[in-house]
């Protein structure tokens, strides 16, 4: 284990604990994600940024379970002590990092980003936290992410669907 992950994991501060937990929960996590979703919609008032965010989400999601079948990476639970029971599947990438760096990129030029961006980093830094993930599959996940990014852009363009406003690319 890496002396960051081994330094995160390392930190016991119970509020961020249970926070950890919560955002570990999957059912929990789907139900941020769908309300950062409502949020996109209700403060940009863009159904193709919402649609576009829905599509890069889903993609990234998609590509990080693969990747997890591809690489078999184990993690880093079943090596160290964890704040949580070993999840069964892989560890790299990481899909929650995956997910929420993805709605981050998919606001790129709107007031939503910085938000969700911090958001992105508030549920990278549980994973590591609670001792499930290591540095590396988090960014294994934003490279998840980034490339769901693009591909949705091109995708998007592809099939002369109409980019939402302030789309920036990479």
Same mark, same amino acid.
């Given at each position: 284990?890496?002396?960051?992950?081994?330094?995160?994991?390392?930190?016991?501060?119970? #509020?961020?604990?249970? $926070?950890?937990?919560?955002?570990?929960?999957?059912?929990?996590?789907?139900?941020?994600?769908?309300?950062?979703?409502?949020?996109? +919609?209700?403060?940009?008032?863009?159904?193709?940024?919402?649609?576009?965010?829905?599509?890069?989400?889903? $993609?990234?999601?998609?590509?990080?379970?693969?990747?997890?079948?591809?690489?078999?990476? /184990?993690?880093?639970?079943?090596?160290?002590?964890?704040?949580? #029971?070993?999840?069964?599947?892989?560890? $790299?990438?990481?899909? +929650?990092?995956?997910?929420?760096?993805? $709605?981050?990129?998919?606001?790129?030029?709107?007031? &939503?980003?910085? /938000?969700?961006?911090?958001?992105? &980093?508030?549920?990278?830094?549980?994973?590591?936290? %609670?001792?499930? +993930?290591?540095?590396?599959?988090?960014?294994?996940?934003?490279? %998840?992410?980034? %490339?769901?990014?693009?591909?949705? &852009?091109?995708?998007? +363009?592809?099939?002369?669907?109409?980019?939402p406003e302030n789309t920036?690319?990479?």
């Amino acid at each position: 284990m890496d002396i960051f992950t081994s330094s995160i994991s390392g930190l016991s501060f119970f #509020p961020l604990t249970m $926070l950890s937990i919560l955002i570990n929960d999957a059912f929990f996590f789907t139900l941020l994600m769908l309300c950062a979703f409502l949020l996109v +919609h209700s403060r940009i008032n863009d159904r193709r940024r919402l649609l576009f965010s829905i599509f890069v989400v889903l $993609l990234s999601t998609f590509a990080a379970i693969s990747a997890k079948e591809a690489a078999k990476e /184990p993690r880093v639970c079943l090596l160290f002590a964890s704040k949580i #029971p070993c999840p069964q599947d892989f560890a $790299l990438p990481s899909t +929650h990092a995956a997910a929420s760096f993805a $709605l981050a990129l998919s606001l790129l030029g709107t007031s &939503l980003f910085f /938000p969700a961006l911090f958001f992105a &980093l508030v549920v990278s830094f549980s994973r590591i936290y %609670i001792g499930v +993930h290591s540095i590396g599959d988090v960014s294994g996940g934003l490279a %998840i992410a980034l %490339i769901a990014y693009y591909s949705a &852009l091109v995708l998007w +363009h592809a099939f002369s669907i109409k980019k939402p406003e302030n789309t920036v690319a990479l």
